[in-house]
């Protein structure tokens, strides 16, 4: 199984938000930003930071870094890595597995994700054949689109989605968000979206929005 950051907010959470890094980070990328979304003790939750495998990466000259999936190009029309994408998913449900074994089921779990690892969670949603209690996408996209239809589950047809992307983003533009989200709509999906003034990153504006989301799925 994968190597983890963990922290818990209170004693026996009774809720997850396993949060998949960005390419090139780790698992210890937004664990500071916990404290900001949930005070402890006001909710039992435990955040998971999974930690990616080092591979090569194309779009980086074949360097090895963490990363959910070989990242081939940035043009929609590029070859995906399906291998990768079919392996870190296995990865994440193992990951979803032992929360269940900890007592936390897969209803009382967000799967949420910056860039790289948001685009695991959207390319996850159609393919769990339980129900999560919710996905966040931040500054990413989704992947696997050629296979939706045949792969898609109707577990989480009515899960909610947060998406949120940078106006400013000159990594993963955000137009590449927005035709994720119009795609996910006319499958039927509900998308909650946010857009802010800002690059590749997080905000405070987003972060209060990610504090709210959450606290409305995880009850």
């Known amino acids: 199984m994968l190597e983890t950051i963990e922290v818990e907010t209170a004693a026996k959470p009774n809720a997850a938000v396993i949060w998949l890094h960005g390419l090139g980070a780790d698992g210890h990328d937004f664990e500071p930003i916990v404290p900001e979304i949930v005070r402890r003790g006001e909710r039992a939750w435990r955040f998971v930071f999974p930690n990616a495998p080092i591979r090569p990466v194309t779009i980086n000259g074949g360097i090895s870094m963490r990363a959910w999936y070989d990242l081939k190009g940035l043009d929609r029309k590029a070859a995906e890595d399906v291998a990768g994408f079919r392996d870190t998913a296995a990865q994440i449900r193992l990951l979803i597995a032992n929360q269940g074994a900890r007592g936390i089921?897969?209803?009382r779990i967000v799967l949420a994700g910056f860039s790289q690892g948001?685009?695991?969670s959207l390319y996850m949603l159609p393919r769990l054949p339980d129900k999560l209690a919710g996905v966040m996408v931040l500054s990413g996209y989704l992947p696997g689109e050629s296979s939706f239809s045949?792969?898609?589950?109707p577990a989480n047809?009515?899960?909610?989605?947060?998406?949120?992307?940078?106006q400013g983003d000159n990594v993963l533009p955000m137009s590449m968000g927005l035709q994720s989200r119009d795609f996910l709509q006319t499958q039927g999906y509900g998308i909650e979206w946010h857009e802010y003034p800002m690059p590749h990153a997080v905000c405070a504006a987003e972060i209060a929005a990610i504090r709210e989301f959450l606290l409305r799925v995880l009850p």
């Open 118 to 120: 948001g685009a695991v």
């Open 105 to 107: 089921p897969t209803d």
């Open 150 to 153: 045949a792969e898609r589950l």
């Open 157 to 166: 047809d009515a899960t909610p989605i947060f998406m949120a992307h940078g």
